[in-house]
């Protein structure tokens, strides 16, 4: 009985705290399923791996698209999070736009190492790759994805305005650009997916990041 109140996507309710406790081990589930089979991650393979039947994954997440997106729209807000949680800043609920500034600008080694600490985490590195590829085929993935490096950059454009006021917005902007493609880019080096890693690389890495934010 309490299934049926939790009210699942579409059906208009908000979800109970058992039916957020038991989205969020599907959620897990799907994460796991989707790093380990990539595209070919089904929902009879996502229900297997949380132990339930198809047709109570279905409740929460009527279909694969669905549950797809919810958990990556799950793993790319968490990375906004730990971003926030490093420079202070944090977008104004009623303007997406806006950002709340504290009242002096965190230490930029200390946002890039925090950054770059993300791409220790195996799993998480290959979950991104796979949310790459499926962004590439399906346009309502690509559209999370988009929206999420939007955010980012205008994370990292605020956080380099704080702290150099006398850049222009544009310049701004190219360097916040500019930093988000650098690291992103050196996850697939830095995981050994398409290269070998190497202490003077992630020390160069750090360096550029740094000096991207600041200099």
Known sequence: ????????????STLTRQGTIRRTSLLDAAEAVLVAKGSDASLRAIAGEAGVRVGHLQHYFPTRAD?????????????????????????????????????????P????????????????????????????????????????????????????????PDWSGEFCRARAETFVALVEGAALMRSGIAGSRSSAMDEQLAQFAVQLLRD
Do not use: C
């Open 67 to 107: 549950l797809i997106k919810a958990v990556l729209e799950r793993a790319l807000e968490r990375s906004l999070e730990r971003l926030a949680e490093t420079t202070g800043l944090r977008m104004v609920r009623d303007d997406p736009s806006a950002m709340e500034l504290p009242e002096g600008p965190a230490n």
């Open 1 to 12: 009985m309490s299934e049926e109140k939790d009210g699942g996507p579409g059906k208009g």
């Open 109 to 164: 080694d200390e946002v890039v190492g925090v950054v770059l600490a993300e791409q220790e985490d195996p799993q998480l590195v290959r979950l991104y790759v796979e949310v790459w590829a499926l962004a590439a085929r399906d346009d309502e993935i690509a559209t999370v994805v988009r929206e999420f490096y939007r955010k980012y950059v205008a994370h990292v454009e605020a956080y380099v305005q704080q702290g150099r």
